[in-house]
């Protein structure tokens, strides 16, 4: 993945009931970087190396369905699944957020400068 394709307001349609749907991409990876760095003890730049080397996230921009797909987890969800792999649940982490994870969020998307929201649909 090419970070000069990174960027938010991605616009995306649904050609057969033409839903869209805004697609903060830029805002949505650096999120979940910063997830998988604060909460799993990796550096950033084993973070940064799992999040690009993730199929969910090379496949994250190919259509509407993808976005969609995308949106229906937070970010917390897709950092563990990124880091620890599918069913991590399973295996001792738990899917619940962390304690004061909603504020931590919220203040680091201030702190840098991102979109309040990954995903904004207009119907």
Same mark, same amino acid.
């Given at each position: ?43 950033? *730049?084993?973070?940064? /190396?799992?999040?690009?080397? +993730?199929?969910?996230? @090379? ?6 369905? #993808? ?29 619940? *957020?962390?304690?004061? /994870?909603?504020?931590?969020? +919220?203040?680091?998307? @201030? ?6 929201? #990954? ?5």
């Amino acid at each position: 993945m090419d970070d000069v394709n990174i960027s938010d307001n991605l616009t995306f349609c649904d050609n057969e009931t033409g839903d869209e749907v805004i697609f903060n991409y830029r805002t949505w990876c650096e999120v979940i970087i910063a997830v998988i760095f604060k909460y799993t003890g990796r550096s950033k *730049e084993e973070s940064n /190396y799992l999040f690009h080397s +993730s199929k969910l996230v @090379k496949n994250a921009t190919n259509s509407y369905m #993808s976005v969609v797909l995308c949106s229906h987890e937070i970010e917390y969800h897709w950092a563990m699944l990124i880091a620890y792999g599918d069913l991590y649940w399973n295996n001792g982490v738990s899917q619940d *957020e962390p304690d004061g /994870y909603w504020e931590w969020e +919220s203040e680091y998307r @201030k702190a840098n400068f991102l979109a309040e929201e #990954s995903f904004i649909f207009i119907s």
